[in-house]
């Protein structure tokens, strides 16, 4: 290599460039003065001009950077409007629901996927074709896995700015992430930002959003529950959104439904406050469902949720860890309408502060049981030994738990000087005789509704539901169909000899038996007349014809047998049946 022209540079001549950035880029980069005459003698390229020229544009570009983000602060602040909507707000899901079915989600480069919840009933069964519910195998197997593998992911938008436009107005949306010192998760919140000086744009699109939401949820039914968070609180949390239950599916006397509807119905009207209003009564209303398990007293409170939109807010007195002050605070925060569910409100165990220590244990003792007089005289105190006497040979048992709510606690929530109102509450219980009479007396509780066992036409219509195809779609016939010869065909040579014999016991009743309108009301009257009336509960009737629920005939003929056993076993005492022979 030759170096005769590097040896022969002169350095030191007056060639060199001397400019400010270079002195600058010398004392910053040592060497810099060598590199840039080496540059200039052999390319004949001057360093410090490029030099000059990046400082230049860099200087341009932060100056930009700098006047942009000042006047977008400026114009946020004072030409635009914005609305936050924290994410424990039932708004938030659903701003987040609509807004994943927008161009913008389509559109844009930086996206959020999200697994979809996807029910048995609901959700997304327009994106399926109708291949995708096919989803048996040769042998008649489901595989959920491979069904639910069909269902896309929903898009949101990822964390920070989007732009959308709707109806012709500009909306800017921002998601953002707080930490949470409380939580081990992190908050998040969305901003919903418009030009002018006016929320109105904003507030419209919410109202649009809400209507969207429930075109789309209009025959469902959310249901709400607390349970205990991280840091000890309870707050009120969406657990699903059941299908709206029909009310002729409930098992009860038309004219008890029609009572109940007609009663709520007139509750719920907004002329009905104003009439309690000016009356001085306070505006709720109370019902007590009573009768034997499975009557379907649980099944009614749905069924009224769906016809009048309501929301139910299930609270269990039993929980552990549910305090008043826990109670009281979930109270406050429901909804102006919606529906109260207290379930088996005589197993809560609930404390009465004004009975001694042993009658509140046996519970034997009732203001019930005092004279009309007010006399002690009527009072009997019975203890617990003189009823059930000690048995040396028997361990002593251990105490119930307690509720952590008083009665009077509990009854201060219900309908005190701070309690909610317009709120329907329902209490259901399977022993009503074991209930306090200052919970259930009018004014808390204002309709006490009767469930009894199966009556001949409760009977009859809970055959006639179960094998009626009136209200059945598209899918639900086909969702379970035979499998074709030729699968079978070559599965079974594929197979060894005990799976072939499973397979035609898998085979066996593959098949739906359909029978017209005329021959099932037919066999729903012979179905009622091998069965008693008030001797099973409508869960154990529906139970039975749900193990044989395609096979409408078989169920006729085999409710003889069911009927003996079940009566010996209610006889006997005996607790497991065997339905399946």
């Given amino acids: 290599m030759d170096f005769s022209r590097l040896l022969s540079m002169d350095f030191d001549s007056s060639n060199s460039t001397l400019s400010l950035p270079s002195l600058l880029m010398d004392a910053l980069i040592p060497g810099y003065g060598n590199i840039s ?14 030099v000059s020229g990046c400082l230049v544009v860099f200087g341009l570009f932060q100056a930009a950077q700098f006047l942009y983000s000042r006047s977008y602060d400026y114009i946020s602040s004072y030409f635009t409007s914005s609305i936050y909507i924290e994410d424990d707000d039932a708004l938030y ?36 074709d109708d291949d995708d519910f096919n989803v048996l195998d040769e042998k008649g197997i489901f595989n959920f896995e491979k069904w639910a593998g069909n269902i896309p992911p929903r898009y949101e938008p990822n964390y920070g700015s989007d732009r959308f436009y709707h109806e012709g107005r500009y909306f800017q949306f921002s998601r953002e992430k707080k930490e949470n010192q409380w939580s081990s998760d992190d908050d998040e919140s969305l901003v919903i930002r418009c030009f002018g000086r006016s929320t109105q744009p904003i507030k419209d699109l919410l109202n649009h959003v809400k209507r969207w939401t429930l075109s789309k949820e209009n025959k469902m039914t959310s249901v709400y529950r607390a349970p205990a968070e991280a840091h000890g609180g ?24 029609a009572k109940i509807v007609k009663d709520i119905n007139e509750y719920l009207h907004p002329v ?31 069924a009224l949720a769906g016809i009048f939109g309501l929301p139910v807010y299930c609270i269990s007195l039993n929980e552990v860890g549910l305090t008043e002050s826990d109670l009281g605070t979930l109270f406050s925060q429901l909804p102006r309408r919606c529906i109260v569910l ?3 409100i005589d197993s809560a165990g609930l404390r009465r502060d004004d009975l001694p220590t042993g009658e509140e244990e046996t519970g034997l003792t009732s203001p019930a049981s005092e004279p009309a007089d007010g006399s002690e005289e009527g009072l009997t105190k019975i203890s617990k030994t003189d009823v059930f006497p000690k048995d040396p040979t028997k361990k002593k048992a251990t105490p119930a738990t307690k509720s952590l709510i008083s009665l009077s606690g509990l009854l201060n929530i219900i309908d005190g000087a701070a309690s909610h109102e317009g709120r329907v509450l329902i209490m259901t219980t399977n022993c009503p005789e074991n209930l306090d009479t200052a919970l259930i007396r009018p004014g808390r509780v204002d309709l006490q509704v009767l469930f009894t066992l199966a009556t001949r036409e409760q009977i009859r ?30 599965s ?25 309108q005329e021959k099932l009301v037919e066999m729903a009257e012979q179905f009622a007349d091998q069965l008693p009336e008030s001797k099973f509960s409508p869960a154990e009737i529906q139970g039975y014809l749900l193990m044989r629920k395609r096979d409408p005939k078989k169920a006729l003929a085999e409710i003889g047998k069911w009927r003996d056993e079940m009566l010996e076993s209610k006889r006997s005492g005996k607790k497991v049946v065997n339905v399946l022979n």
Avoid at 273 to 296: D, E, K, N, Q, V
Avoid at 464 to 488: C, G, I, L, Q
């Fill in 37 to 50: 005459q080496l540059i200039y003698r052999f390319f004949g390229i001057d360093v410090g001009y490029v």
């Fill in 93 to 128: 899901g659903q701003v987040m629901k609509w807004v994943a079915e927008q161009r913008m989600t389509k559109v844009s480069r930086d996206l959020k996927a999200v697994s979809k919840w996807v029910s048995n009933y609901q959700d997304d069964e327009d994106e399926l």
């Fill in 234 to 257: 309870r707050m009120w949390n969406r657990q699903s959104c059941r299908p709206s239950r029909p009310m002729h599916t409930v098992s009860l006397e038309q004219q008890q439904k």
């Fill in 272 to 302: 009905t406050a104003r009439w309690y209003a000016s009356r001085g009564i306070p505006y709720r209303r109370g019902y007590l469902f009573h009768g034997p398990p499975g009557t379907g007293k649980t099944s009614l409170s749905f």
């Fill in 342 to 344: 207290l379930e088996d």
């Fill in 461 to 490: 219509d809970i055959f006639t539901r179960m094998y009626s195809t009136e209200f059945d779609d598209k899918h639900v016939n086909s969702a379970v169909t035979k499998p074709s010869t030729k699968s079978s065909t070559k």
């Fill in 492 to 516: 079974s040579k594929k197979t060894s000899k005990p799976d072939d014999d499973f397979l035609e016991l898998l085979l066996a009743d593959s098949t739906a038996d359909s029978v017209d």
